[in-house]
């Protein structure tokens, strides 16, 4: 059973960026997606953007075009979600989550759902 | 404000039966079989309980199920029990050109 294995609690000062990773433990990326989902304080859950590995090809909201970069290694099975330009407003949990999807050339990936979740990485970002 | 529309709350004795309503448009609900509903409690992941509007995974207990009418989906959990208590929160895949997957507001259940 795959479980998505993400990296430690960040402390970040405004203006400046961070890089959250989430490993495959138990299995690959294969066939899948990984999202990226942040929930802010009292929040509710928020997509941020997603990558199909096995494709190259990154997808994200508009509203974190241009501050959200997720890359993947496919060698080791890792994802990862690299936010810039920080500020208050992103103090969130942000999650990684294995997706659903279905892609073929003729337009952008269709995403069906997000089946194994990692334990989510707290980013506060304060002066 | 959040793209699919959710009650705030519900709540619901154990026993009984509770639904919770999301509704979105042409663009997202209304337009694909693509609806999922995500349980989260407090301080934990969101898990996945239906997928497809109406399918459960292996392990959810059947007490959960998924339906869809136009641009609502809706989430029924019968015999409610204590650990039922929490979160819910749809999601939908969306056309719209600015972002792929939409979440409801979530609304959180009470078990009374």
């Known amino acids: 059973q795959v479980q998505l294995v993400q990296s430690g609690a960040e402390v970040k000062k405004p203006g400046s960026s961070v890089k959250v990773s989430c490993k495959a433990s138990?299995?690959?990326?294969?066939?899948?997606?990984i999202s990226w989902v942040r929930q802010a304080p009292g929040q509710g859950l928020e997509w941020m953007g997603r990558i199909i590995p096995i494709l190259g090809i990154a997808n994200y909201a508009q509203k974190f075009q241009g501050r959200v970069t997720i890359t993947a290694d496919k060698s080791t099975s890792t994802a990862y979600m690299e936010l810039s330009s920080l500020r208050s407003e992103d103090t969130a949990v942000y999650y990684c989550a294995r997706g659903r999807y279905y892609y073929d050339s003729s337009g952008p990936p269709t995403d069906y759902y997000m089946d194994v979740w990692g334990k989510g990485t707290t980013v506060t970002v304060s002066s | 404000q959040s793209a699919l529309t959710q009650p705030a709350s519900v709540s619901g004795s154990p026993g009984q039966s509770i639904t919770i309503s999301c509704t979105g448009t042409s663009s997202d609900v209304g337009g694909y079989n693509y609806v999922s509903w995500y349980q989260q409690h407090p301080g934990k992941a969101p898990k996945l309980m239906i997928y497809?509007?109406?399918n459960r995974p292996s392990g959810v207990s059947n007490r959960f199920s998924g339906s869809k009418s136009g641009n609502t989906a809706s989430l029924t959990i019968s015999g409610l029990q204590a650990e039922d208590e929490a979160d819910y929160y749809c999601?939908?895949?969306?056309?719209?050109?600015?972002?792929?997957?939409?979440f409801g507001g979530g609304t959180k259940l009470t078990v009374l």
């Open positions: 138990g299995g690959t990326f294969s066939s899948y997606a």
């Open positions: 497809d509007v109406s």
């Open positions: 999601s939908s895949y969306t056309s719209s050109s600015t972002l792929a997957v939409v």
